[in-house]
């Protein structure tokens, strides 16, 4: 594929879902014709089961070949260094694009979703960032921007976080804007605010990564929105074989993501942050124990203390160095996950 001088490019990490890839770059085809030309780059992470083979050849295709690409990697090295993979490149194009599109395999876009972002996001030059309503299959809302806090997170007891005021996991609102976090499955991001925030740290595998590059882009002063009227599907663990929601009471997380939330509090807040953020959590741990004890249920089954008294509780030297690359880094570079 020639490099486009479009002003936005959409990145799609896959791992082994080459058939999701395939229908949510179908669900595009009329978001192209409507907000004009865009190319996509479609990141391998060395699935190993014939995807990228089979996602070349699909898109081949003289329907597709002029702006769909495939970009095959030799390693797994995750969520955050697979995109930055594709970003690296994107960025160091002769003519970049002005916004990049992060897209997970596993989401359709309804309707109008690239448009709503772009209005958006054109329309307000400090935006960092802005993000999709994501929706269930069944068409109920799903987390898309500012997580709960650790204290209702570990209490699995949504009126908590109403009776103290604290942020809920699901936003509603009708109207574009501020959020602290913005969900990586369909993220539209500001190049210029990768240029000086640098790209996602690849300490992390999978988990954390986006909430900790929406960190540094607040901080710097980027702004980062909600867009309601971008809906987009998400099949959630389709593309990671992760559970979530009440399905966690079946398969719990994997030991990774307690690294990556450990990770991502100690390099926003330290020490004390990791700190704070886990005895919020065991507040709220014992809190849903004292309520279950008394008859009131709670969201999901309280499995997660021995991994979080595991894993969370002492921070690596890793943990405590960021690794993420500038924009005109060449790409290649081994995710810092991976150093002995």
């Not at 979703?113 to 054109?122: E, G, M, P, S, T």
């Not at 993220?187 to 990768?194: D, F, K, N, T």
């Amino acid at each position: 594929m020639t490099p486009s001088a479009s002003s936005l490019s959409i990145v799609i990490v896959n791992y082994r879902t080459a058939d999701y890839v395939i229908r949510c770059v179908e669900a595009l085809v009329p978001e192209r014709a409507a907000v004009g030309p865009f190319d996509v780059t479609i990141v391998d992470g060395n699935s190993g089961d014939g995807s990228a083979e089979k996602l070349a050849a699909h898109f081949a295709g003289a329907a597709w070949r002029d702006w769909v690409s495939v970009l095959p990697l030799d390693l797994n090295g995750g969520f955050g260094w697979a995109n930055n993979q594709a970003m690296l490149r994107l960025l160091q194009r002769p003519n970049p694009p002005e916004f990049i599109h992060l897209l997970n395999p596993d989401t359709l876009v309804e309707p109008g979703a690239i448009a709503a972002l772009l209005d958006v996001i054109r329309a307000n030059p400090r935006l960092g960032g802005v993000c999709s309503q994501l929706l269930e299959p069944d068409g109920t809302l799903a987390g898309s921007a500012s997580p709960g806090r650790e204290l209702v997170r570990g209490a699995r007891f949504g009126r908590l976080g109403k009776w103290l005021r604290i942020a809920p996991a699901i936003v509603e609102r009708d109207d574009p804007g501020p959020a602290q976090w913005l969900t990586g499955a369909s993220v539209m991001l500001r190049s210029a605010a990768l240029r000086e925030t640098g790209l996602f740290d690849d300490g992390f595998f999978l988990y954390f990564e986006e909430v900790e590059l929406m960190h540094r882009m607040g901080k710097a002063g980027w702004g980062l929105w909600l867009v309601p009227s971008s809906r987009v599907t998400h099949i959630a663990g389709a593309a990671t074989g992760v559970a979530s929601g009440l399905q966690v009471a079946v398969r719990p997380h994997p030991p990774y993501r307690f690294e990556s939330r450990r990770r991502y509090f100690t390099l926003t807040g330290g020490v004390p942050g990791l700190l704070g953020a886990n005895l919020a959590w065991l507040a709220g741990d014992l809190l849903a124990r004292i309520m279950s004890l008394a008859g009131r249920r709670t969201s999901g089954i309280p499995r997660e203390l021995p991994m979080m008294l595991r894993y969370c509780f002492l921070p690596s030297r890793r943990d405590k160095q960021r690794s993420a690359p500038r924009w005109d880094e060449a790409p290649g570079r081994a995710p810092a996950w991976m150093a002995k």
